[in-house]
């Protein structure tokens, strides 16, 4: 049963595992089922064998794989669709056994759909010239649904040999192919765009509407042309209107829209020290101008989630992480809104250059801003406060604690006794003697 065979066969560059098997198998002039049954270990090797091949093995099935075809481990993982998990594929929580055709097959169906759009197993397609000089050869990579063009040929891939011969291939829509087969590594980048790219395809991936590949032998120029924009919108990340976002709910919008510039953090700072709402200092400049239809502590908190999502890149849904749970909806709405407005009227752009210019001058500062949250309604606190600016109306402090120094919400036992605009004169007269106190105390404390 473990006999190895006299050769080694070179895989094909990007070849997948089945077709592998099946190029071995013509070599040797056997049937398929002869190299299953050697290559797994089998008695009984089956169609299904053969189609559940290339999806994932377990190591003890690599390994004795590799020793049979000649080849290294790595070689054969290489040839298989797991490779892929983390970028245009998630087999997280998948039982890994349920893939792997060296163990006792479960009679069940393959559930491969949970693992992304891929092409229906039973289902080959092929770019024509590719296959020229070997008939048997598949890519891993034309297993995925938004895999569609060779880009090498310039050839739709095709079920039928003939089909695509005839079909001109764009240079828009190959370059739109080619972002896609560039972002295959697993990295979080990655899945996050195979993430915003799949929600862009919606319509093709669901069922029971005709997946991407059978979409595009109906109609290859429509086809081709919805991918090409999906792959665009995917990537116009801080736009929402661009993407399409206006119709979605916003809590799917929330968890695809990404800023278009990213703060490298290059310590161990974090936005887990942020404000609730953008500070006065930050805030007051630039962004208070922008968001001038909504009113200052919604357009601070609009701030902030921006700041936040700069950092790192994180979608809006991410960065609420930060925000207390009873706001986190009601920001979202507020940031998708707003953003969507600015964007209309041509500020998008300059609304995310202070958002990151703010996520750095956070980061520079370095304040706590947790720490602050936590102690603000402390009587201490209000004593130190208290002190260091005695002429200052003592309600109004409360208010500033909350509000100006620690950033965040009011409790509900401190309620804004002061209209908007008012808390803000009241910090400039008494802000940078109460702040010289907070900080002296808050040292002492550490210390
Ligand atoms: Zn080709």
Redesign the pocket.
């Known amino acids: 049963m473990t006999t190895r065979f006299p050769l080694r066969i070179e895989p094909l560059p990007g070849e997948w595992w089945r077709s592998y098997l099946q190029r071995v198998a013509a070599r040797y002039r056997v049937h398929p089922f002869a190299v299953l049954e050697r290559v797994y270990g089998i008695d009984r090797p089956e169609r299904r064998h053969l189609r559940w091949s290339g999806i994932v093995m377990s190591d003890a099935a690599v390994a004795h794989s590799a020793r049979v075809v000649n080849l290294a481990p790595d070689e054969i993982r290489a040839m298989h669709l797991k490779l892929l998990d983390g970028s245009a594929l998630d087999f997280t929580g998948r039982d890994l056994d349920e893939f792997n055709p060296a163990a006792s097959l479960s009679a069940t169906r393959l559930h491969l759909r949970h693992v992304g759009p891929l092409v229906h197993a039973a289902t080959d397609r092929v770019?024509?010239?590719?296959v020229e000089g070997s008939p048997l050869y598949r890519a891993t990579s034309w297993r995925l649904q938004v895999h569609l063009v060779?880009t090498?040929?310039r050839?739709p891939l095709s079920h039928h040999l003939e089909a695509a011969a005839d079909t001109e291939i764009d240079d828009e829509v190959c370059a739109a192919q080619q972002t896609v087969l560039d972002r295959l590594s697993p990295t979080a980048e990655n899945a996050a765009f195979f993430k915003d790219l799949y929600a862009q395809l919606g319509p093709y991936l669901k069922r029971p509407a005709p997946s991407l590949d059978q979409a595009l032998t109906v109609s290859t120029e429509p086809t081709l042309e919805s991918f090409r924009e999906a792959v665009h919108r995917a990537l116009a990340y801080g736009y929402p209107h661009y993407q399409g976002f206006d119709g979605w709910p916003f809590a799917r919008a929330a968890s695809h829209l990404r800023p278009p510039h990213e703060v490298v953090i290059h310590d161990n700072r974090s936005v887990r020290c942020f404000p609730h709402l953008l500070p006065m200092h930050l805030f007051a400049p630039g962004l208070s101008d922008l968001l001038h239809r909504a009113q200052i502590r919604p357009a601070r908190a609009i701030g902030a989630a921006g700041a936040a999502m700069c950092v790192g890149a994180r979608s809006l849904s991410q960065s609420l992480e930060l925000f207390p749970p009873g706001r986190r909806n009601t920001t979202a709405r507020l940031v998708m809104t707003h953003l969507l407005n600015l964007e209309r009227e041509g500020c998008a752009e300059q609304f995310w250059q202070l958002c990151a210019s703010a996520a750095l001058q956070l980061l520079k500062e370095n304040v706590d801003y947790r720490q602050r949250e936590q102690v603000c309604d402390r009587d201490q606190t209000y004593d130190v406060a208290t002190s260091a600016e005695p002429s200052a109306y003592p309600r109004t402090v409360r208010t500033w604690l909350v509000d100006q120094w620690a950033c965040t919400y009011t409790s509900s036992n401190v309620r804004p006794s002061v209209r908007d605009g008012s808390i803000e004169h009241f910090d400039r007269l008494y802000g940078p003697g109460m702040r010289a106190a907070l900080n002296a105390h808050l040292r002492e404390c550490a210390a």
């Not at 770019?127 to 590719?130: E, F, L, M, N, V």
């Open positions: 770019c024509p010239s590719c060779c090498r040929h050839l």
